[in-house]
Antibody, heavy 118, light 108 residues
Framework: EVQLVESGGGLVKPGGSLRLSCTTSDFSFNTYTMTWVRQAPGRGLQWVSFIGSTGRYTKYADSVRGRFTISRDNARNTLYLYMDNLGGEDTAVYYC???????????WGQGTLVTVSS | SYVLTQAPSVSVAPGQTASITCGGDNIAGKTVHWYQQKPGQAPVLVVYDDPYRPSGIPERISGSYSGDTATLTISRVEAGDEAGYYCQVWDNGGDHPVFGGGTKLTVL
């Protein structure tokens, strides 16, 4: 069974930075496009970023472009999200997730909470 | 950017049928996926590429299209179906996934 485990969340001050990690197992990590999806408290799902299987292609939501950087280490089966210049609007649970063959998100991590507050 | 519209809430009595809709321009020309999210849990894929279901998802959960609306139908609703439901498509123009705003299903 696919395993996705996020870490790195926590409390950060406005303007601060944080790096999330997602360790994966039990699937061929280096052949799948991976993504981050977030959910603000009491709100819906919002796509944040995705990265192609080799790491060469990345895409970001307008709300995070220029502040967030997605990356992956295929040798370590790990996905990352570096978040800079954080604001209150970035407070959310961040989910690491895997795309399936029809661009469905077929596997999700349990999520890691990022709280931006002074 | 492509927009998906969902009603914020739907209520249904146990044993009845719940219909959760997802509106979008020419949505019948897109591949629609549906997720269930229970409180405090990560989302779970329940229907992909309408009408396929991942293993372990019961047959009483199904998807369909009509015009500019995709519908997730849950037959013989149970208390355990109470959750948020989200539709999702791929925005070809923007080259990224788009989620609907979500519908909270309440079982009366």
């Amino acid at each position: 069974e696919v395993q996705l485990v996020e870490s790195g969340g926590g409390l950060v001050k406005p303007g601060g930075s944080l790096r999330l990690s997602c360790t994966t197992s039990d699937f061929s990590f280096n052949t799948y496009t991976m993504t981050w999806v977030r959910q603000a408290p009491g709100r819906g799902l919002q796509w944040v970023s995705f990265i192609g299987s080799t790491g060469r292609y990345t895409k970001y939501a307008d709300s995070v472009r220029g502040r967030f950087t997605i990356s992956r280490d295929n040798a370590r089966n790990t996905l990352y999200l570096y978040m800079d210049n954080l604001g209150g609007e970035d407070t959310a649970v961040y989910y690491c997730a895997k795309f399936g063959g029809r661009w469905e998100v077929d596997s999700w991590g349990q999520g890691t909470l990022v709280t931006v507050s002074s | 950017s492509y927009v998906l519209t969902q009603a914020p809430s739907v209520s249904v009595a146990p044993g009845q049928t719940a219909s959760i809709t997802c509106g979008g321009d020419n949505i019948a020309g897109k591949t629609v996926h549906w997720y269930q999210q229970k409180p405090g849990q990560a989302p779970v894929l329940v229907v992909y590429d309408d009408p396929y279901r991942p293993s372990g998802i019961p047959e009483r959960i199904s998807g369909s299209y009509s015009g500019d609306t995709a519908t997730l139908t849950i037959s013989r609703v149970e208390a355990g179906d109470e959750a948020g439901y989200y539709c999702q498509v791929w925005d070809n123009g923007g080259d990224h996934p788009v989620f609907g705003g979500g519908t909270k299903l309440t079982v009366l």
